[in-house]
């Protein structure tokens, strides 16, 4: 016997497409290889997503202090963390708002006006000469931006299951401070911001060329059993997603994995920013932006290259399981970096570094699979809104709780137990232990355990 969601991956019968439906003129086959020209363009759409969030943490300690807010070193983080978890509260009020949006008027309109926002707010913040104008500006990004849980629906359903885990992969790259001028003597921060608002007026263009897949069939057709990328599942008629046991778990270990992201990039830009005299490795921004860059570049590869074949034979679940599970001792490494110098320093940062990229996006890969195959198709919008939403909570208290729990440590750098660093990054670990182990739980279907 079988429970719905395993029914949700198996190979049922054909519904008969219409030819009046945009979803199902690009409705994918199994003999179908990759759509190379669609990922390319979701790529870029999900770097235009992905840069504003990921670009402010290289200078986010320096922006805090310029700020002059902090009434000294070890209270920047306590400041960093308002700012980091603004775009996140801002995503968790609207982001099942803007799922509803896309599976009820399509999934183009709700990319548009997701671009459109970050090429607003994000130029906006640049000129951010104040906390509170940054942390407003931030807001206003993050309940405008649709763009994260839309695109994964998307990806879902313009590739078949093969390519699914090279669909849903996310790129997130980051660009270091490349030159000065009048204007930026001003805005000190305004250069990484506008670069990312000039890439998202390309990215708006190019999104253009991107067909809708949404399914819109006459409503005698409306009544029929479920569509599942074009396949039907009768058990899942009447299922709510928020009755859906195997839909919640993959958003819960989602949740945790994204606070520990989240929390990580935070954490890491602080750490690495602050003096050796307390643990730190005394970088300057484009130090820490530069071994972010590499370790995203090498990520990126992997994720064209043997992600999707590893995806593919492991399952999502396992992959989830090993890649979460694999990042615990990562994590015990960088509090004793401090005590490295010179080409050694650098050579055990960049390994570390650029293994736990990988890690992270094939945790997040793997979770994204999970949320997607656990719902029907015309409910894919709704659920990924949903699980932005319940991200975007977790994503805002990340930045907070890891720049708390950083500017705490600074206050035991000589305790017995876990001291300074040693502690930021167990607390980072555990968040990563208790995805591992969920990703055992029995909801989850079952061709996805294997």
Not at 261 to 283: M, P
Request: aromatic residues 12%; proline residues 5%.
């Amino acid at each position: 016997m079988t429970t719905p969601s395993e029914d949700l991956i198996k190979e049922p019968l054909l519904l008969k497409s219409s030819r009046e439906c945009p979803g199902c003129k690009c409705m994918p086959h199994e003999e179908d290889g990759p759509p190379i020209k669609y990922l390319v363009l979701i790529g870029f759409i999900m770097l235009c997503n992905a840069l504003p969030i990921t670009i402010l943490f290289p200078y986010l300690y320096l922006l805090v202090r310029d700020f002059n807010v902090a009434d000294s070193e070890s209270d920047i983080g306590y400041y960093a963390g308002f700012i980091g978890s603004s775009f996140m509260i801002g995503r968790f009020f609207t982001g099942l708002l803007w799922g509803v949006a896309a599976d009820r008027y399509g999934r183009k309109p709700v990319m548009f006006c997701g671009i459109i926002s970050v090429i607003i707010f994000n130029t906006l913040f640049g000129f951010s000469t104040s906390l509170w104008m940054a942390v407003v500006t931030r807001f206003c990004l993050g309940s405008l931006n649709g763009l994260f849980g839309t695109i994964q629906t998307f990806a879902t359903e313009i590739c078949n299951k093969k390519y699914r885990s090279l669909g849903l992969a996310v790129p997130a790259l980051k660009y270091p401070e490349l030159f000065q001028g009048s204007l930026f003597d001003r805005y000190p921060y305004l250069l990484p911001p506008l670069c990312v608002t000039v890439f998202a007026l390309l990215v708006l263009v190019a999104c253009h060329f991107l067909p809708e897949t949404l399914h819109i069939h006459a409503k005698e057709v409306a009544n029929t059993p479920e569509i599942e990328s074009g396949v039907i599942s009768d058990d899942c008629e009447k299922r709510s997603i928020f009755q859906n046991k195997a839909l919640i778990v993959s958003i819960a270990l989602f949740c945790f994995a994204s606070l520990h992201d989240i929390a990580f990039l935070e954490v890491f830009s602080l750490w690495a920013l602050s003096s050796k005299s307390t643990g730190g490795l005394s970088f300057t921004s484009s130090d820490a932006g530069r071994v972010l860059t590499v370790a995203a570049l090498v990520m990126l590869i992997c994720q064209l290259s043997f992600f999707p074949v590893v995806t593919r034979r492991l399952g999502p679940a396992m992959v989830t399981r090993i890649a979460s599970g694999l990042t615990l001792p990562l994590l015990v490494i960088y509090p004793f970096m401090y005590e490295l110098t010179g080409a050694w320093l650098w050579f055990v940062i960049l390994t570390v570094s650029t293994l736990k990229y990988i890690f992270m996006e094939a945790t997040a890969t793997g979770l994204a699979i999970l949320v997607n195959v656990s719902v029907r198709q015309e409910e894919r919008g709704t659920a990924n809104g949903f699980s932005l939403s319940l991200l975007s909570l977790f994503k805002a208290i990340g930045p907070t709780a890891g720049g708390t729990v950083f500017a705490w440590s600074r206050k035991r750098l000589h305790a017995h137990f876990l001291p300074g660093n040693e502690f930021v990054f167990f607390f980072l670990g555990v968040w990563m232990l208790i995805v591992c182990v969920g990703t055992l739980h029995r909801s989850l279907p079952r061709s996805a355990l294997i």
